[in-house]
């Protein structure tokens, strides 16, 4: 589910690979203007790796809006990036690269579990980013956040914004975990509605 990002200046040209996705390592992405580059930030530490210094957390930089699927794909117009950390000259863009697989997210349980309490920006954009998947196939969020060993948030979230990139990958992972299992993550029937539980069809059936 994570994802490498290539970023690109339109003036000097440069840019740097950077990682979204993988909330159980990072807290988020950070445009450092004193190692001039632009670079994760890891969650043990919470210190830039450029300049050894702890971004506070408004410093992260929210990159859902500018950060296409693979082949640039967007379902909304892209957000101009941040100012280039090496030339001040121009924004950023940003190209994604490569597709990591999912399992550094889902394997890494101690390292989850070690987040729990604690809401940051990464793990903001992937949790919002799976709701919509949650919606689409009518999940339990409970369970689905336990397989992605998510606790429920305890404050006010980093951001509302959702990653179109995570959000498909997200999607793709737990519709083949749903192929394998169509009864994965259902959501359970709590007490009987107000027909008994029945559906339209076999209250129509009794009746024949
Ligand atoms: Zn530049
Ligand atoms: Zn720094």
């Known amino acids: ?5 290539q970023s ?6 440069n840019g740097d690979v950077f990682v979204i996705g993988q909330w159980t390592a990072h807290l988020g992405v950070h445009v450092c203007r004193q190692s001039r580059m632009l670079l994760n930030v890891p969650v043990e530490t919470g210190a830039c ?3 050894g210094e702890c971004p506070p957390a408004d410093a992260l ?4 809006f500018a950060v296409p699927y693979l082949g640039g794909q967007t379902i909304r117009e892209l957000e101009a990036g941040p100012v280039c950390p090496k030339c001040e000259g121009a924004s950023l863009t940003f190209n994604t690269t490569t597709h990591l697989n999912m399992g550094v997210v889902v394997h890494d349980v101690e390292r989850a579990r070690a987040t729990w309490g604690r809401d940051y920006l990464e793990k903001a954009i992937f949790m919002n980013s799976s709701i919509p998947v949650i919606e689409e196939f009518q999940l339990d969020a409970e369970q ?3 397989y992605f060993h998510l606790h429920l948030p305890t404050g006010p979230i980093a951001t509302k914004r959702i990653s179109f990139p995570i959000l498909l990958d997200i999607r793709t992972h737990l519709w083949m975990l749903r192929q394998r299992d169509p009864n994965r993550f259902a959501r359970a029937h709590r007490g009987p509605a107000p027909d008994g539980g029945l559906t339209q069809r076999q209250v129509r059936r009794r009746r024949e």
């Open 144 to 146: 689905v956040f336990d």
């Open 8 to 13: 690109q200046c339109r003036s000097c040209g």
């Open 61 to 64: 930089y929210d990159y859902s």
């Open 1 to 5: 589910m994570p994802y490498e990002v």
């Open 49 to 51: 790796p450029g300049c």
